[in-house]
Each structure stands twice: as C-alpha cells, then as structure tokens.
C-alpha cells in the first residue's frame, strides 16, 4: 500500500497570506495525486487532478505541483472560506489519501 | 448537474444489518464507477471499495475485504453499501463518488454525495 504522508497536520495562517501544504508518497506515484478539501459537516470536494489540474469552478489561487513522491499545494491568498482540512490522494495504485492538513486562522 | 444523494442517517444497534444507498443523476449511471469512502468521527478518509454499475465489477480495499458488500442496481441509477452485522467501530460517515476516468490505470473521485452518518451503539 502507498503511504500518503501530509505536513504540517496543522497550519496556521492570516488571511490573505499564502499557504503551502505537503503531501509526500511512500514511492513514486508519477502524478497520479488529486486534493481535496473538506469544510466541517460537508462532503470533500475535489480541487486539483493530475498534481496540478484545477477541477471545474475551483479558483486560481490554488495551485498544485510536483511528481513522484513530492507534491504541494498552494493557496496563494486565503480567503475566508478556505479555512478546512485538505487531503491528499494518490490514485496511482488503488487509492490512498494523507492524513490531512487543517489550515486553520492565526 | 451531475449529482450523488445518499440515504439518510442511521443508527443501529451491534449485530444488526444495514444497507445504504447512493442514487446518481445527471449522467450515465453505468458508464462511471462509484467509490465508497468511511470517515471515522474526528478522522481521515479510507477507500473501501468500487463498482462499476454496467457490469457490477467489483473491488475492494484489503482493510474492508469481507466486512463490507458494495452492489449496484443500473435501473434505478443507485449503489448501495451494506453490512451483515454492525458493529461499534463502524460507527462513520460513508461517502460515496463517483470515479472519473484518466489516462492512469484508476483517477480521482468527483462529485462526492453527501454523506451518510452510521451511528451504532447499544
């Protein structure tokens, strides 16, 4: 099974600035990575495909990068509504997803 | 608009069966497989398994292997989730979405249905 490794599990931000999630993968997964996030009580919703694909309707500060094992994302001035938890998730082989990063307001 | 509804929220008591339900509209129900998802409360997501609903191939994770069933019914666009005897630990939200096609051997998940809350407790 591929191990998903996501950091910090907590980052704390003003609004406005920028935030830099990562997500690291026990062995190369090309990039075969999707995000998600998730707000409190809400169903994820996909974000990037592909490592850096923006999905239908998601806004251009987020971006994603990286392949292999090496990936981040990228929310380049947060607003308040991207205050959640965000995942990572391969789908190289099967599908595996990090732990979670919470990007919570300093 | 292409859409997953879940059925609603259940609590149940140990030993106890449960089947749940995902009903897709806006596409074709048989052309996409569906994912099921279990978020345990406080945590992170965990794929259980896939169907295909034109042919009901079916695959599941080795975590869930046995301990679930996933099945589809094509004429009424909707998968389901089921289990044959409850326990404590499945207490979860069970998410289901739908798989998009990639160029890769699988791809990512989108839309997600909504979510349905399993509670089971004596």
């Known amino acids: 099974e591929i191990v998903m490794t996501q950091s910090p599990a907590t980052l704390s931000v003003s609004p406005g600035e920028r935030a830099t999630l990562s997500c690291r993968a026990s062995q190369s997964v090309s990039s075969n990575l999707a995000w998600y996030q998730q707000k409190p009580g809400q169903a994820p919703r996909l974000l990037i495909y592909g490592a850096s694909t923006r999905a239908t309707g998601i806004p251009a500060r987020f971006s994603g990068s990286g392949s292999g094992t090496e990936f981040t994302l990228t929310i380049s001035s947060l607003q308040s509504e991207d205050f959640a938890v965000y995942y990572c998730q391969q789908y190289n082989n099967w599908w595996t997803f990090g732990q979670g990063t919470k990007v919570e307001i300093k | 608009e292409v859409q997953l509804v879940q059925s609603g929220a259940e609590v149940k008591k140990p030993g106890e069966s449960l089947k749940i339900s995902c009903k897709g509209s806006?596409?074709?129900?048989?052309?996409?497989?569906i994912g099921w998802v279990r978020q345990m409360p406080g945590k992170g997501l965990e794929w259980m398994g896939i169907?295909?609903?034109?042919?009901?191939?079916?695959r599941y994770s080795p975590s869930f292997q046995g301990q679930v069933t996933i099945s589809a019914d094509k004429s009424i666009s909707t998968a389901y989730l089921q289990w044959s005897s409850l326990k404590a630990s499945d207490t979860a939200m069970y998410y289901c979405a739908r798989h998009e096609n990639s160029a890769a051997a699988w791809g990512w998940f989108d839309p997600w249905g909504q979510g349905t809350l399993v509670t089971v407790s004596s």
């Open positions: 169907i295909y609903p034109g042919d009901s191939d079916t």
């Open positions: 806006g596409y074709s129900f048989t052309s996409y497989w």
